[in-house]
């Protein structure tokens, strides 16, 4: 346990940032979810459009510090590449 003053608000400070990336990881991992179903599925237009909401995240998660820049860059450009094969298949 934290005896200082500056050690107990470092734990507070903690606990608060954990649940907010815990929050921002959920949101993007159900978005990922979200679109690898509507690749699933087949549908263009539902998968189009969920590819544009989860690019939007990952850049968010970028900018929040829950992902890496690099990481996002990667997801973004194998999920685009399903989309559109995808749109071949259509």
Request: charged fraction near 30%.
């Amino acid at each position: 346990m934290a005896n200082h003053v500056s050690s107990l608000k470092r734990a507070r400070q903690t606990v608060v940032k954990t649940a907010v990336n815990r929050a921002n990881k959920s949101k993007l991992r159900g978005t990922l979810r979200s679109l690898r179903e509507a690749i699933a599925t087949g549908d263009l237009k539902a998968a189009a459009e969920q590819y544009r909401l989860t690019a939007s995240i990952l850049d968010k998660s970028v900018q929040k510090g829950v992902l890496h820049k690099n990481t996002a860059s990667r997801y973004k450009s194998r999920l685009n590449a399903r989309v559109k094969a995808v749109a071949v298949k259509a």
